[in-house]
């Protein structure tokens, strides 16, 4: 299949249009059938209804779609209220057994040595650098029963344990007016979250699944588990963490999934 080129050029139609979208989201913010919409319009039949024109080549396709990923990814943290909580269940609802999901095999899953690990903290952060698995321990935990929401259609319930992550942030002297947060794991995974679901209360360092050592398959030696995102967002087998105000990436978010990832 072929398409013909029409004289309209995405740039000039996302400058003179975003302003008015973003403002018409904002208005919107406490109706949840719109915002839905506003999270969801901006696919590539939205781009092109929006903006009338036609897709040229592979090329435009991979260009104008990271654009309006971009900009989707600007409305979704316009409309991304950090004191809003995700719902969360009795115990008797919790799935059993919880589904394995990576980007690899369950035989391929890393193994860490607990005795050996170290978690290494830089960017813009002046507290302690190097955290022992004992240490992370030994702070205040907490446990959430919340629902993992996953890219591929599916969900489950699950009940995670460990350190509100905001507390850790401070704890490791992390910026916390930084706008972003890098994770990077043993699997060779990385993502990275914006500061407000860093802070957010349910963002947590999990070290626990349903009351016992997270295990190899679900993560260890953890997971940043955050209910207000998709599940690619919460990576596993975390190994490094960096504050920064350098725009980060991250392992399907390079290959053109959304960066904001708000479920």
């Known amino acids: ?22 403002k018409d989201a904002r208005s919107e913010l406490k109706d949840p059938a719109r915002r839905l919409l506003g999270k ?24 104008m779609l990271r654009k309006m990923s971009f900009f989707n990814d600007d409305v979704q943290a316009l409309l991304f209220n950090p004191k809003e909580m995700a719902p969360t269940y009795p ?40 955290w022992t698995l004992d240490e992370l321990r030994a702070l205040p935990q907490e446990s959430q ?19 509100r992550f905001s507390e850790f942030m401070k704890r490791a002297g992390m910026d916390m007016t930084a706008k972003y947060v890098s994770l990077h794991c043993a699997d060779n995974y990385w993502t990275s979250i914006d500061m407000p679901t860093a802070l957010h ?21 953890m997971k940043l588990r955050m209910p207000t995102k998709l599940g690619y967002k919460n990576p596993k087998h975390i190994v490094a963490i960096s504050v920064t105000n350098e725009y980060p990436g991250g392992y ?5 999934y959304n960066w904001f990832g708000g479920s």
Not at 1 to 22: C, G, N, Y
Not at 51 to 63: M, P
Not at 252 to 256: A, D, F, L, T, Y
């Open 91 to 130: 115990e008797s609802m919790i799935t059993r057994p919880f589904p394995f999901n990576a980007f690899y095999g369950i035989d391929d899953v890393p193994e860490v040595d607990a005795a050996t690990y170290r978690l290494q903290v830089s960017g813009l952060a002046n507290g302690k650098r190097v």
């Open 40 to 63: 969801r319009i901006l696919t590539l039949g939205g781009i092109a209804l929006l903006s009338g024109c036609s897709l040229s080549n592979d090329k435009s396709v991979n260009t």
């Open 252 to 256: 399907w978010e390079n290959q053109g």
């Open 145 to 163: 029963i919340t629902r993992h929401i996953c890219i591929e259609g599916w969900s489950a319930i699950g009940r995670w344990g460990g350190v």
């Open 201 to 221: 209360a349910q963002t947590l360092l999990t070290l626990t699944y349903d009351g016992a050592v997270l295990p190899p398959k679900y993560g260890f030696p």
């Open 1 to 22: 299949m072929t398409f013909r080129k029409r004289p309209v050029k995405p740039d000039t139609f996302l400058s003179s249009h975003a302003e008015s979208i973003i």
